[in-house]
C-alpha cells in the first residue's frame, strides 16, 4: 500500500529565507512522487516530479526536491521564500502513474 | 491550448438530491481522473476513467459514479447527497500512454451540501 505523510501541517519563514517541506512516502514498488502547489481558490499545479531518473529534481518557480530512497523522503526546497510562494503544497505518490496518493498539505507563509 | 475545465464553479445542494460535475480534459489527454478535497485535506481519489471505462476506484460508496464519453470528457454523478458531501471536486487529465504520471488539474467545482 502506499502512503504520504506531510510534516508539519503549517509552515511559516520570512522572505528570502530557505524553504523546506517535508514528505515521507510508504510504497511498496518504485514509485513515481510528485509535489503539486494549489493557491486559494485554484486546482493543483505540478511543482516537480521524480519518476527514476535523477535524484535531485528540479521544478519550477525555483524548487527542487532530493528523492532519498534509504529515508523514503522526497523533501521539497527552495534557496530564498518570495512573497508569491504563500500557498499549500501537497506532496503525492504514484505507483507507476495510476491512483495517486496524496498526503495532507503543508499552508506554506511568508513573511515580509 | 485550454487546459482542464469544470463546470460548474460553484453548486448548492440539499441534502437527498442528486448532483452531476462535469470536466473536458486537456487537449490530447485520454485519462480522467476524480478527486474529493475536504476543507483542509489532501484530494482523496474517488476513480479514474480511460477508454469509457472506470479503471480505478478508491474508498467511495456507490452514490458516486461517473462516466466518460468518446471524447474524453467526464461526468461525475453524486446520489442521495450528504453534508460530508461538501467538499472542491477536482478533475484531473493525463495521458494514459506517455508515463510519467503527472496529471493536469481543473479549477475544481466547489460543492456545498445544506
Known amino acids: 500500500a502506499q502512503s504520504v505523510t506531510q510534516l508539519g501541517s503549517h509552515v511559516s519563514v520570512s522572505e528570502g529565507a530557505l524553504v523546506l517541506l517535508r514528505c515521507n512516502y510508504s510504497?511498496?514498488?518504485?514509485?513515481?512522487l510528485f509535489w503539486y502547489v494549489q493557491y486559494p481558490n485554484q486546482g493543483l499545479q505540478l511543482l516537480l516530479k521524480y519518476t527514476s531518473a535523477a535524484t535531485l529534481v528540479k521544478g519550477i518557480n525555483g524548487f527542487e526536491a532530493e528523492f532519498k530512497k534509504s529515508e523514503t523522503s522526497f523533501h521539497l526546497t527552495k534557496p530564498s521564500a518570495h512573497m508569491s510562494d504563500a500557498a499549500e503544497y501537497f506532496c503525492?505518490?504514484?505507483?507507476?502513474?495510476?491512483?495517486?496518493?496524496f498526503g495532507a498539505g503543508t499552508r506554506l507563509f511568508v513573511k515580509a | 491550448d485550454a487546459g482542464v475545465t469544470q463546470s460548474p464553479t460553484h453548486l448548492i445542494k440539499t441534502r437527498g438530491q442528486q448532483v452531476t460535475l462535469r470536466c473536458s480534459p486537456k487537449s490530447g489527454h485520454d485519462t480522467v481522473s476524480w478527486y474529493q478535497q475536504a476543507l483542509g485535506q489532501g484530494p482523496q481519489f474517488i476513480f479514474q476513467?480511460?477508454?469509457?471505462?472506470?479503471?480505478q476506484r478508491g474508498n467511495f460508496p456507490d452514490r458516486f459514479s461517473g462516466h466518460q464519453y468518446p471524447n474524453y470528457s467526464s461526468e461525475l454523478n453524486v446520489n442521495a447527497l450528504l453534508l460530508g458531501d461538501s467538499a472542491l471536486y477536482l478533475c484531473?487529465?493525463?495521458?494514459?500512454?506517455?508515463?510519467?504520471?503527472?496529471?493536469?488539474f481543473g479549477p475544481g467545482t466547489r460543492l456545498t451540501v445544506t
Open positions: 476513467y480511460y477508454e469509457e471505462e472506470e479503471r
Open positions: 510504497s511498496s514498488v518504485p514509485p513515481y
Open positions: 484531473a487529465s493525463s495521458p494514459q500512454l506517455a508515463g510519467g504520471g503527472e496529471q493536469y
Open positions: 503525492a505518490v504514484s505507483p507507476r502513474g495510476f491512483k495517486t496518493i
